[in-house]
């Protein structure tokens, strides 16, 4: 089915478009949204007999259509919302929907892929809005970051954990980013500015609730560090990352330190095959833990959620967003925590994750 042939069949009106949406959370994302009645979702994808077969297999409300991003043209595409899962859709593109109407919300977790949007997005005026940092990391440790700085003043910095587990094979386009991104310095905040490390160099340990023991957690270039830094005012905000089992993570961080960290960039797709194909190991869950710190180094507060598969995960927070954006009249460019609220989060968490739970402590 074409665009045009899919906007004239469902209507403009409640109409969510998401592009790359027959991935793992594409797929999460659109059962989630076609239980609401009145929402119409479209799979839009390069290949539009796999965005026919994954809407199929979903509900009726749900419409396939085949879009290549790179070469799409904004004029020929309705000014619904958009859920954009895929980083070969152009910044230009982007900024042509916003400018046209279109609510936009970005998945990406990589800084550079962002702040270009941000900047395409900024040149031009318009009556749309440009969400960004949705998701997990970033997305759902931001909304933790802000609850934590609301909730414990004193604090000027953090650092956010995210440990993703293995008992559950992630979506291709999730771990081949996680390899791709080993090649590369990232931009963390440190002394109220960007600064660049390479991935491996910064590390620590964390135990998180119930655990008996502390496992090793490496700094990790997600977004969410510099959009928590720079908008809640932190002099530092680094984003560390963990895998479960923890001898994973103990294997990536060995090979980082020891210099391969672009060699396993430009293998990224191969291994993400690999891991696909693998045995699944450790806990399928994800875990988050955002911990402040005061302005001698001591703890503030802490605020950690046990929830689901990450894909599930992402799929929940970019569900309430859309549905925070449906009706808006605010335009311009924002942030998924300026829509969500702790607790908004945690309810939709529980409700695709009901073993979802949630620890907070002071120092």
């Not at 990406?108 to 009556?127: D, F, I, K, N």
Request: proline share 5%; with cysteine; glycine share 12%.
């Amino acid at each position: 089915m074409t665009p045009d042939a899919v906007a004239r069949e469902v209507g403009v009106a409640a109409q969510v478009w998401i592009i790359g949406g027959y991935g793992d959370v594409g797929r999460k994302l659109a059962g989630m949204l076609a239980q609401d009645g009145g929402m119409s979702v479209v799979i839009a994808g390069r290949d539009g007999g796999r965005a026919d077969a994954a809407a199929e297999a979903i509900a009726p409300n749900v419409r396939g259509v085949g879009l290549d991003v790179a070469n799409a043209v904004a004029n020929e595409l309705p000014p619904a919302v958009y859920v954009n899962l895929v980083e070969a859709t152009p910044p230009d593109l982007i900024a042509a929907l916003v400018s046209r109407g279109a609510r936009l919300i970005e998945s990406s977790a990589t800084p550079a892929y962002l702040e270009t949007q941000e900047s395409a997005v900024g040149e031009r005026s318009g009556p749309g809005l440009l969400i960004v940092n949705a998701g997990v990391s970033p997305g759902l440790t931001n909304v933790m970051a802000t609850a934590l700085k609301r909730r414990f003043p004193d604090t000027r910095s953090v650092h956010i954990v995210i440990e993703i587990g293995m008992g559950r094979h992630h979506g291709d386009a999730a771990t081949r980013w996680t390899f791709a991104s080993m090649g590369a310095d990232y931009p963390m905040w440190r002394e109220g500015q960007e600064a660049r490390v390479r991935p491996g160099v910064l590390s620590r340990m964390v135990r998180f609730e119930e655990d008996r023991s502390e496992r090793l957690a490496i700094g990790f270039g997600f977004s969410d560090q510099i959009a928590i830094g720079r908008q809640l005012e932190f002099d530092t905000a680094q984003t560390f990352l963990a895998v479960d089992p923890p001898w994973v993570t103990r294997t990536i961080h060995a090979a980082l330190r020891a210099g391969f960290g672009k060699h396993l960039a430009c293998r990224a797709r191969g291994l993400a095959n690999l891991f696909a194909r693998g045995p699944t190991m450790g806990r399928p869950g994800t875990r988050l833990i955002v911990e402040g710190h005061d302005n001698v180094g001591n703890v503030s507060g802490r605020i950690e959620i046990h929830t689901g598969d990450q894909a599930t995960a992402t799929a929940a927070m970019l569900a309430r967003a859309v549905r925070s954006v449906v009706d808006t009249d605010v335009a311009g460019i924002g942030q998924f925590n300026d829509l969500v609220t702790l607790e908004d989060a945690v309810t939709v968490l529980k409700t695709a994750a009901p073993t979802t739970r949630v620890f907070e402590r002071d120092n």
